[in-house]
């Protein structure tokens, strides 16, 4: 199997990347953030938030890029404030792909942080404020090493689920090389132009691309976490653990 | 006490789902700028042969690549003569069955308020829903700065009949960094439709479907190549009698004058001929 691909197949590739790690780093500054907020509030409107939250994960990505063409449709309001804001279309332009995958990723984040956050930082942190810790000390030895994994795993998560993301791209991004033109799309082309080895070639990059990806994450994820090698707990957790 | 209710809505349902003899369906893969037409014919074949359609649309490539892989269709309507050709040449179409039903037309979208003067007036040369000329037609794109939508030349006969226009009009490698890909001719219409672009090349049948008026022009027919539909009954098909109904429904006079009024010029009607386009 030879990886020969062509100019424009490493040109989707090279955009992919780099709409991959765009989407996964500014979901990281919005993502954060928000499951801190979202763990810390104990409301009637918490569920309702999450299931909010969760609604890409379900929506079909197609579907999630037709409601954005009639969303964001110069037309409507939400459109035209955007054409006013920047005077450029959200759609076919690489701006416009990164602000729909960071919608349609936005589980991949959240879920994973919320959890640790819940059920590991958010305890831990008040067990340490309790005890006196200072806010940038409780930060630093409690918050972020209860975390760290679960941080390794949205990132990693994002960024995998970005590079294989299809329907939207399809629906909003046109297609065009260098601008809009992603991997899967032109994968996707080259299938049904049944070109197979194209396809096979490009299919072969993403997967092995995936697979270390998933693989470093794990390892990350995991030698922090205690799945390869036990994991340094913070002082506050042995303290907690210790108590009858 | 609950569980017989149960048992009897079941029953009721049960028997209500059989009481109605199960009415045979005609499976139709479309070429999606064909779909309006169809929907429109729909109830009319309907109700003479007491059958139901099954109507998949998308770009003729696409639906190629399946009935290739073995898709469960009864006939398909292509946008092109080449891919039913293909199958023809594979031997998966019953015998006969590869025929011209509609030639297609481009048209010319464009934001009906840029054709205008201030004052409100048609600027000359360009009026709504009438046919283009050349001269106009070449100022227009060659002095048009922002996105121009097409479907997939690839996988769309349409796309490809636009690409071939403006190569034709020597103006493909001047526009080629304008142009955004639809994935066929029915994104393209939404595209336009709901204003992400201004500019557009897509079949008439669209244009006079997509319920705004005035918003397109016709493309003169010597300007590209025939778009000549052809379609294809796949030996497959488990419904070859109906199939073939549908295929003379479609090529009868009355349907072929109807298509007429839907976009398109009758499968009879000679194609204008086409001088070779000048590759760029």
Same mark, same amino acid.
């Given at each position: 199997?030879?990886?020969?691909?062509?100019?424009?197949?490493?040109?989707?590739?090279?955009?992919?990347?780099?709409?991959?790690?765009?989407?996964?780093?500014?979901?990281?500054?919005? =993502?954060?953030?928000?499951?801190?907020?979202?763990?810390?509030?104990?409301?009637?409107?918490?569920?309702?938030?999450?299931?909010?939250?969760?609604?890409?994960?379900?929506?079909?990505?197609?579907?999630?890029?037709?409601?954005?063409?009639?969303?964001?449709?110069?037309?409507?309001?939400? =459109?035209?404030?955007?054409?006013?804001?920047?005077?450029?279309?959200?759609?076919?332009?690489?701006?416009?792909?990164?602000?729909?995958?960071?919608?349609?990723?936005?589980?991949?984040?959240?879920?994973?942080?919320?959890?640790?956050?819940?059920?590991?930082?958010?305890?831990?942190?008040?067990?340490?404020?309790?005890? =006196?810790?200072?806010?940038?000390?409780?930060?630093?030895?409690?918050?972020?090493?209860?975390?760290?994994?679960?941080?390794?795993?949205?990132?990693?998560?994002?960024?995998?689920?970005?590079?294989?993301?299809?329907?939207?791209?399809?629906?909003?991004?046109?297609?065009?090389?260098?601008?809009?033109?992603?991997?899967?799309?032109?994968?996707?082309?080259?299938?049904?132009?049944?070109?197979?080895?194209?396809?096979?070639?490009?299919?072969?990059?993403?997967?092995?691309?995936?697979?270390?990806?998933?693989?470093?994450?794990?390892?990350?994820?995991?030698?922090?976490? =205690?799945?390869?090698?036990?994991?340094?707990?913070?002082?506050?957790?042995?303290?907690?653990?210790?108590?009858? | 006490?609950?569980? %017989?209710?149960?048992?009897?809505?079941?029953?009721?349902?049960?028997?209500?789902?059989?009481?109605?003899?199960?009415?045979? @369906?005609?499976?139709?893969?479309?070429?999606?700028?064909?779909?309006?037409?169809?929907?429109?014919?729909?109830?009319?074949?309907?109700?003479?042969? &007491?059958?139901?359609? +099954?109507?998949?649309?998308?770009?003729?490539?696409?639906?190629?690549?399946?009935?290739?892989?073995?898709?469960?269709?009864?006939?398909?309507?292509?946008?092109?003569?080449?891919?039913?050709?293909?199958?023809?040449?594979?031997?998966?179409?019953?015998?006969?069955?590869?025929?011209?039903?509609?030639?297609?037309?481009?048209?010319?979208?464009?934001?009906?308020?840029?054709?205008?003067? +201030?004052?409100?007036?048609?600027?000359?040369?360009? *009026?709504?829903?009438?046919?283009?000329?050349?001269? &106009?037609?070449?100022?227009?794109?060659? %002095?048009?700065?922002? @996105?121009? *939508?097409?479907?997939?030349?690839?996988?769309?006969?349409?796309?490809?009949?636009?690409?071939?226009?403006?190569?034709?009009?020597?103006?493909?490698?001047?526009?080629?960094?304008?142009?955004?890909?639809?994935?066929? *001719?029915? &994104?393209?219409?939404?595209?336009?439709?709901?204003?992400?672009?201004?500019?557009?090349?897509?079949?008439?049948?669209?244009?006079?479907?997509?319920?705004?008026?005035?918003?397109?022009?016709?493309?003169?027919?010597?300007?590209?190549?025939?778009?000549?539909?052809?379609? *294809?009954?796949? @030996?497959?098909?488990?419904?070859?009698?109906?199939?073939?109904?549908?295929?003379?429904?479609?090529?009868?006079?009355?349907?072929?004058?109807?298509?007429?009024?839907?976009?398109?010029?009758?499968?009879?009607?000679?194609?204008?001929?086409?001088?070779?386009?000048?590759?760029?």
């Amino acid at each position: 199997m030879n990886l020969n691909l062509s100019a424009t197949d490493w040109q989707a590739l090279l955009l992919t990347l780099k709409l991959a790690g765009m989407t996964t780093l500014l979901l990281a500054l919005l =993502g954060i953030p928000l499951s801190w907020w979202l763990a810390n509030r104990r409301g009637r409107l918490r569920p309702l938030l999450e299931v909010v939250l969760s609604l890409p994960l379900v929506l079909p990505p197609t579907v999630l890029g037709f409601y954005l063409l009639l969303l964001l449709s110069p037309n409507q309001p939400l =459109g035209a404030l955007w054409q006013q804001l920047f005077n450029r279309p959200l759609v076919f332009s690489f701006p416009g792909l990164v602000a729909a995958s960071m919608l349609y990723s936005l589980p991949f984040m959240v879920q994973p942080l919320l959890a640790a956050f819940d059920q590991r930082a958010l305890p831990l942190a008040q067990a340490a404020a309790g005890l =006196g810790m200072p806010p940038l000390a409780r930060l630093r030895s409690v918050v972020l090493p209860a975390c760290r994994s679960a941080l390794v795993v949205a990132l990693s998560m994002t960024f995998a689920h970005t590079l294989g993301e299809f329907g939207v791209v399809l629906m909003i991004g046109g297609a065009i090389p260098g601008e809009t033109q992603v991997v899967s799309v032109a994968l996707y082309q080259h299938v049904e132009n049944l070109d197979y080895g194209g396809a096979h070639r490009l299919a072969l990059v993403l997967l092995l691309l995936s697979v270390l990806l998933l693989l470093l994450g794990r390892y990350w994820g995991g030698r922090l976490s =205690g799945v390869l090698l036990p994991s340094r707990k913070s002082p506050v957790e042995s303290a907690l653990e210790a108590r009858p | 006490m609950v569980k %017989n209710l149960f048992l009897g809505i079941f029953c009721c349902l049960f028997l209500l789902s059989c009481s109605e003899p199960p009415q045979p @369906k005609l499976r139709i893969a479309t070429a999606s700028n064909f779909r309006p037409a169809l929907e429109v014919l729909r109830a009319d074949f309907e109700k003479s042969c &007491h059958c139901r359609l +099954e109507i998949a649309s998308g770009a003729t490539g696409m639906l190629y690549s399946q009935i290739r892989e073995g898709a469960p269709y009864d006939i398909f309507l292509a946008a092109d003569s080449e891919r039913p050709r293909l199958l023809q040449r594979d031997g998966l179409i019953a015998p006969g069955s590869y025929r011209t039903y509609a030639r297609g037309r481009l048209a010319l979208w464009i934001e009906r308020s840029l054709l205008r003067t +201030e004052s409100g007036a048609d600027l000359p040369g360009f *009026v709504p829903a009438a046919q283009i000329a050349p001269p &106009h037609l070449a100022l227009l794109l060659e %002095n048009w700065r922002s @996105k121009i *939508v097409i479907a997939d030349p690839q996988l769309a006969p349409y796309g490809d009949a636009a690409v071939r226009l403006l190569r034709r009009l020597k103006l493909w490698r001047h526009l080629r960094g304008q142009m955004v890909y639809a994935a066929n *001719v029915g &994104h393209a219409q939404i595209i336009l439709r709901e204003g992400h672009a201004q500019l557009g090349l897509i079949p008439m049948s669209l244009a006079l479907a997509s319920g705004k008026g005035g918003d397109y022009m016709a493309i003169p027919e010597d300007l590209y190549p025939p778009l000549e539909q052809r379609m *294809v009954i796949l @030996k497959s098909s488990r419904s070859e009698a109906l199939a073939q109904q549908f295929a003379d429904y479609l090529l009868a006079p009355k349907t072929q004058q109807r298509l007429g009024e839907l976009g398109y010029f009758s499968a009879a009607s000679a194609p204008v001929a086409s001088t070779p386009a000048a590759g760029t």
